[in-house]
């Protein structure tokens, strides 16, 4: 198995965030499996080693004595493929629409369908590989999810990624209702402890991701309030729909009408038992998530980019990825053969 070196920018100040927490994670799990260090690129900490020092002392190289790079930070993606060219790589993929392609062979580790899917049609013959995210073990260690006594908070906002429909329309609309509302919008140092104490949770992240450009990548925050027993209404953009079945695991946010939402987050309040999870459902759904399970499933993974890599280093040539050229002609064509047949429709409901 080669050593792993997990590619992120820095580990301290601006670089703390959610797909930081992911990809420290993932390193710590890939440690049961092979040698792993984490490279910091833009940021020297003493702790790491520094990317571009590395690519000083080595000469590049993807047989078996080499290590296999894992790159994941969305915009870097591009240029950190460029300088680790004729190096063992894998892209462990996110969110999805950067719009940038990959070179032929980059294998791509996708972190929910959404984005296998987004790079199944991107990179049809690159190898792709589907490997979820993980829960911490304290989501399913502390969350309370069987639990059934009262919550302090009857609905819990986390003001990070929410629309401006739920913080200026629908919380303070519930909040008139007398429904006690709380929007979470600093640090916390115990979010386990915060959703335990919350009935329900409010998740609308569309109109954030949609204006960024990028997708959901995979949607931890709605996972983790399931495991602590809340009730869950969200959005269904991108990866959330991957596990969110409306009516099973959660509920839709924004289904229509205010008012739909008022009466269904007001009688989750009022009943929380009758709206929570299917309990099978949220088993599989948890048990899917743990870390155990993804231990397994990124020991077969790492098994099959050893495989393609010796191939590789072995001299079998890498598939080459769809031609763009083209693209933009069979495009244009389709564009006016669906323009006319639409216009020959409406003639003929007009008629």
Same mark, same amino acid.
């Given at each position: 198995?080669?050593?792993?070196?997990?590619?992120?920018?820095? +580990? +301290?100040?601006?670089?703390r965030?959610? /797909?930081?927490?992911?990809?420290?994670?993932?390193?710590?799990?890939?440690?049961q499996?092979?040698?792993?260090?984490?490279?910091?690129?833009?940021?020297?900490?003493?702790?790491?080693?520094?990317?571009? !020092?590395?690519? @000083?002392?080595?000469?590049? %190289?993807?047989?078996?004595?080499?290590?296999?790079?894992?790159?994941?930070?969305? *915009?870097?993606?591009?240029?950190?493929?460029r300088?680790?060219? /004729?190096?063992? +790589?894998?892209?462990?993929?996110?969110?999805?629409?950067?719009?940038?392609?990959?070179?032929?062979g980059?294998?791509?580790?996708?972190?929910?369908?959404?984005?296998?899917? $987004?790079? %199944?049609?991107?990179?049809?013959?690159?190898p792709?590989? #589907?490997?979820?995210?993980?829960?911490?073990?304290?989501?399913?260690?502390?969350?309370?999810?069987?639990?059934?006594?009262? @919550?302090?908070? !009857?609905?819990?906002?986390q003001?990070?990624k929410? =629309?401006? $429909?739920?913080?200026?329309?629908?919380?303070?609309?519930?909040?008139?209702?007398?429904?006690?509302?709380?929007?979470?919008?600093?640090?916390?140092?115990?979010?386990?402890?915060?959703?335990?104490?919350?009935?329900?949770?409010?998740? !609308?992240?569309?109109?954030y991701?949609?204006?960024?450009?990028?997708?959901?990548?995979?949607?931890?925050?709605?996972?983790? &309030?399931?495991?602590?027993?809340?009730?869950? *209404?969200?959005?269904l953009?991108?990866?959330?729909a991957?596990?969110?079945?409306?009516?099973?695991? %959660?509920?839709?946010?924004?289904?229509g009408?205010?008012?739909?939402?008022?009466?269904?987050?007001? &009688?989750?309040?009022?009943?929380?038992?009758?709206?929570?999870?299917?309990?099978?459902?949220?088993?599989?759904?948890?048990?899917?998530?743990?870390?155990?399970?993804?231990?397994?499933?990124? =020991?077969? +993974?790492?098994?099959?980019?050893?495989?393609?890599?010796? @191939?590789? &280093?072995?001299?079998?040539?890498a #598939?080459?990825?769809?031609?763009? &050229? /083209? *693209?933009?002609?069979?495009r244009?064509?389709? $564009?006016?053969?669906?323009?006319?047949?639409?216009?020959?429709?409406?003639?003929?409901?007009?008629?």
């Amino acid at each position: 198995m080669r050593s792993i070196r997990v590619l992120v920018p820095g +580990t +301290t100040g601006r670089f703390r965030c959610g /797909g930081l927490l992911v990809e420290l994670q993932t390193a710590r799990l890939l440690e049961q499996f092979a040698r792993v260090q984490l490279v910091t690129y833009r940021q020297r900490e003493p702790e790491h080693p520094f990317l571009a !020092d590395l690519l @000083r002392l080595e000469q590049p %190289g993807c047989g078996p004595g080499e290590p296999l790079w894992l790159v994941s930070w969305g *915009f870097d993606v591009p240029q950190l493929l460029r300088r680790l060219r /004729g190096r063992a +790589t894998a892209y462990h993929a996110h969110s999805s629409g950067y719009g940038f392609d990959l070179p032929a062979g980059v294998p791509v580790l996708a972190v929910s369908r959404n984005t296998l899917g $987004y790079w %199944g049609d991107r990179a049809p013959r690159n190898p792709l590989y #589907l490997v979820p995210n993980a829960l911490e073990p304290m989501w399913l260690q502390r969350g309370a999810r069987g639990s059934s006594g009262p @919550r302090s908070i !009857d609905v819990l906002v986390q003001q990070r990624k929410s =629309s401006r $429909y739920v913080l200026e329309r629908l919380v303070p609309a519930l909040r008139a209702r007398g429904l006690g509302v709380e929007v979470q919008s600093g640090w916390v140092d115990d979010l386990v402890d915060l959703f335990n104490s919350a009935t329900v949770v409010l998740y !609308d992240s569309a109109p954030y991701w949609r204006g960024r450009g990028v997708s959901e990548g995979f949607g931890l925050p709605p996972i983790e &309030a399931l495991a602590c027993g809340c009730v869950v *209404f969200s959005s269904l953009n991108h990866a959330l729909a991957d596990n969110l079945d409306p009516g099973v695991l %959660g509920h839709q946010l924004g289904a229509g009408t205010l008012a739909a939402d008022l009466d269904r987050i007001s &009688a989750a309040v009022q009943d929380p038992q009758a709206w929570r999870p299917q309990p099978e459902a949220l088993e599989q759904l948890l048990g899917n998530t743990s870390e155990q399970t993804l231990a397994q499933r990124w =020991s077969s +993974t790492l098994e099959q980019l050893n495989e393609h890599w010796d @191939r590789i &280093a072995a001299g079998e040539p890498a #598939l080459p990825g769809s031609p763009r &050229a /083209g *693209f933009g002609r069979q495009r244009l064509r389709q $564009y006016f053969a669906n323009r006319i047949a639409g216009l020959a429709l409406d003639w003929q409901l007009r008629r």
